[in-house]
């Protein structure tokens, strides 16, 4: 009998190896150095947020006494020793490749990270200068003593901690200060002319530690500092929200925010390796953590921060990623050279559109038909959901517009998205205060649907507009994440949305509908239904084969139903960017189970599941990955894309990137990756699709 183990991947230890794989991606030689540079902060900046969220959740559970088992079978505790072990073998490996091989790649290129001790005199001079005047002022030494007790450390940043003596007799004290890094950049560029070059090609950086620890004498003048190292925390940041207990959520939010801000228990300490024994444990008694969560740091603290060093203006040396043309059916749209004008309304009662981003603009696709709706005379009522949405949304503007133009706008903002609550507060007031109608959700569950809906009077009766996507409404992520979406007028897809606003804005049980796949009520039954018929039809000597496209594979239930699926003949191909819990390839559990992940310059977001049904396909997208939180716990929609020609289109998406050979990683039976290291890459998916 096969154990839990055998049969189930750890989800945190899933996710590292995604992680691995970014990282990976980032050592490549075949990607340009900012770019490298670039994978390599995303790698930290994803560290950051594992451990915010998913180890501070394990570590809570170890606390509390909670031995329940992850659905491989280890306990909170088992995870966490893993985890530490996993993660430190990878952050090891980080430095060392930041500390070699990328800073000798940076300055082979041009940029280049100077060292204080490095500098002649006149370098130093003015980077003493540009101390006194811009990072001086910003700095507050805070010394613990019996007076003052040791101060707050707030969440990732990044601290000075110093023993100072004063005066021969005195007893050496402990002092803290906080590095400013969101008022200066973490790395100061040094004019060229000080460093002498001509080389408009060459870009000169002192790190602001760097040269606050060797001005540090300024800070403690008439003191002698013994010795000073840096450290940075991380903090739990997961809310703690009882919904059901809130009169008003927004402001239950906002609250829970606030302690968010003042910062959970440390979850991880990150310190200097060579940090001198005495800062060390008065840290660790000041911060109460466990020795196992401090990691001793062979490079910069903090490397997300490098993702600074991206933003030179040298374009020689990152890929460009702002591509994308206007989709073709939507090309001459509103062109006043355009004998045959259209609206995108008449374009859309003609035929459907399936967009696919960022190869497909946002701006002159979704934009533009909420824009249209907005303007329109003859639109009645916008409706749309919103999770994450970009700082300055053409969208938002687009719905105060149609709110100010006497339209019925409703909008339900996603207050508890992870990390953006904060900017979505600061829109619903906004919102609400342009006259709209905001509403937050139904309690208990997260809202994750990428849906819209306009209602068009015409010819005296209602026409319903929707866009149903995979993505969020967000001008910027949108140019650099892969997202679906389907433009259409389709009446019964727009009934059922009609049907899931109303249940959105608390006006309706609704919880059977005609086409859409809606999460909790009808979604994880209707792709249980998909899986078994595709068994039956194996069974019967039909043609059965499953493809499908997401974010993350957890939900246990599917997988097993997977598992059958592929000991009953079917052929299973699944590209998943991230989490994978299921095993593939195994003799007699998963032989016809085939993963892979796309790992490129565009982050894979799609969700796509398309089934053979004997020839008969059957094809969907949405917002949901197959995980227990999108079918169960949280608001989703998938719809159903039936017009022939746009399932057509998909399978041949869903075909590149399975013959890609270039970014992508073959999942092993084991759960371990490999990526396929080919002389000559014909199969290179992002790259095809851009030239599509």
């Not at 340009?32 to 994803?46: G, P």
């Not at 190869?359 to 934009?367: G, N, P």
């Not at 049907?499 to 309706?508: T, V």
Request: with cysteine; aromatic share 8%.
């Amino acid at each position: 009998m096969k154990s839990q183990a055998d049969v189930f991947i750890n989800r945190e230890l899933s996710w590292i190896e995604f992680n691995k794989r970014v990282l990976l991606t980032g050592m490549e030689k075949e990607y340009k150095i900012l770019d490298k540079v670039k994978f390599c902060s995303i790698f930290s900046n994803n560290l950051d947020e594992f451990f915010m969220v998913r180890v501070a959740s394990l570590k809570a559970q170890v606390e509390a006494g909670i031995t329940k088992k992850s659905i491989d079978g280890l306990t909170p505790k088992e995870q966490l020793e893993k985890i530490n072990k996993e993660v430190k073998k990878l952050t090891t490996l980080q430095e060392s490749y930041v500390n070699n091989e990328l800073n000798d790649e940076l300055q082979e290129k041009g940029v280049i990270l100077k060292k204080y001790n490095d500098l002649s005199e006149n370098q130093r001079n003015w980077c003493n200068n540009f101390f006194t005047s811009s990072i001086f002022p910003l700095l507050t030494p805070l010394v613990v003593d019996p007076a003052h007790p040791f101060p707050f450390i707030s969440n990732l940043s990044l601290n000075l901690a110093a023993l100072i003596k004063d005066g021969e007799d005195s007893k050496n004290q402990f002092v803290r200060v906080k590095i400013p890094t969101k008022n200066i950049n973490r790395f100061i560029q040094i004019p060229n002319e000080i460093i002498q070059s001509s080389d408009e090609n060459s870009h000169f950086f002192i790190s602001v530690e760097d040269l606050i620890g060797n001005n540090i004498d300024s800070l403690f003048n008439g003191m002698e500092c013994i010795n000073y190292s840096f450290f940075r925390v991380t903090r739990d940041a997961d809310l703690e929200l009882k919904e059901l207990e809130a009169d008003d959520l927004l402001l239950a939010i906002e609250q829970s925010l606030q302690k968010r801000r003042l910062g959970g228990d440390v979850v991880r300490l990150e310190v200097e390796s060579d940090m001198p024994e005495n800062i060390l444990k008065l840290l660790i008694e000041s911060i109460s953590i466990q020795k196992e969560y401090i990691y001793f740091c062979k490079s910069f603290l903090g490397l997300d921060d490098l993702n600074q060093l991206t933003k030179i203006n040298r374009n020689d040396l990152k890929e460009n990623l702002l591509i994308g043309k206007t989709h073709p059916q939507l090309k001459d749209l509103n062109s006043p050279l355009n004998k045959n004008y259209n609206s995108i309304f008449k374009i859309l009662r003609k035929k459907n559109i399936l967009l696919h981003h960022p190869y497909d603009l946002f701006r002159t696709s979704v934009e533009e038909f909420i824009n249209k709706a907005a303007d329109d005379p003859l639109v009645m009522a916008i409706k749309i959901t919103l999770y994450r949405v970009s700082k300055d949304s053409p969208i938002i503007a687009a719905l105060m517009r149609a709110a100010e133009n006497g339209k019925e706008v409703m909008t339900l903002v996603e207050l508890k998205a992870r990390f953006d609550e904060d900017n979505n507060i600061q829109w619903a007031k906004q919102l609400e205060q342009a006259g709209i109608h905001v509403v937050y959700g139904i309690i208990g569950f997260k809202t994750h649907t990428k849906i819209a809906l306009v209602v068009r009077k015409e010819k005296g009766r209602l026409r319903n507009y929707f866009h149903i996507g995979t993505g969020n409404y967000n001008s910027n992520t949108s140019r650099f994440y892969t997202d679906l979406g389907l433009l259409s007028t389709d009446p019964e897809i727009s009934s059922d949305l009609l049907e899931l606003f109303n249940y959105l804005s608390g006006f309706s049980k609704q919880k059977s509908y005609h086409k859409l796949l809606v999460s909790p009520s009808s979604m994880r039954e209707k792709f249980i239904f998909l899986i078994k018929r595709e068994i039956k039809n194996a069974v019967e000597g039909k043609k059965a084969e499953i493809i499908a496209k997401m974010n993350s594979l957890v939900d246990p239930e599917i997988i097993k139903l997977l598992y059958l699926a592929s000991d009953s003949g079917v052929k299973i191909s699944l590209i998943i960017r991230g989490i994978c819990c299921l095993y593939p390839q195994r003799k007699n559990l998963s032989e016809n189970i085939k993963v892979i992940s796309i790992i490129g310059h565009f982050l894979e977001h799609s969700r796509i599941f398309w089934f053979c049904n004997n020839g008969d396909n059957e094809v969907l997208i949405g917002s949901a990955d197959w995980m227990r939180r999108n079918l169960d716990r949280r608001i989703e929609a998938v719809t159903p894309i039936e017009d022939i020609e746009l399932k057509s289109k998909i399978y041949s998406l869903l075909q590149t990137y399975i013959k890609d050979d270039y970014f992508s990683w073959i999942m092993k039976e084991d759960g371990s990756y490999s990526k396929l290291k080919l002389d000559s890459s014909d199969n290179r998916s992002q790259i095809e699709l851009i030239k599509t």
